[in-house]
């Protein structure tokens, strides 16, 4: 399975840079943003399609990297709940372990007899 990530990942970026290469023409097109809303209305100076794709592709990660922030988080919090209650366990065994302590005969109390 470790051989298999970094060649998976070759083989992405190979069809990658093969799509690019091949529509280079499509990727060098450029085109600008419209907004038209009833009061105003603009328009972004003419950018690349790879810009836009770019763009977009970065938004999407930023977007799923902070979504699985809250669940690390939420997994971190786990695992150390988790964590604490296996030392306590271990404690407990390890003192359910130990030999009993025997215990020292107490000499009897001598009564104050005068």
């Known amino acids: 399975m470790k051989s298999f990530k970094p060649v998976l990942f070759v083989l992405v970026v190979i069809a990658l840079v093969v799509l690019v290469v091949q529509n280079l023409e499509v990727f ?3 085109e600008s943003l419209k907004l038209n809303i009833l009061v105003w209305s603009d328009q972004t ?3 690349p399609l790879s810009v ?4 977009f592709f970065l938004a999407g990660l930023l977007i799923s990297y902070f979504y699985g922030l ?3 988080f939420k997994a971190k919090k786990t695992l ?3 964590m604490e209650t296996i030392h306590k366990l271990q404690e407990e065994v390890t003192v359910l372990k130990s030999p009993p302590v025997e215990e020292q005969p107490t000499p009897p109390e001598e009564s ?3």
Not at 52 to 55: D, N, S
Request: aromatic share 10%; no cysteine.
């Open 28 to 30: 060098m097109h450029e």
């Open 45 to 47: 100076r003419p950018v």
């Open 52 to 55: 836009y794709f770019l763009g």
């Open 70 to 72: 809250s669940e690390r």
């Open 80 to 82: 150390n709940n988790h």
């Open 112 to 114: 104050e007899s005068s």
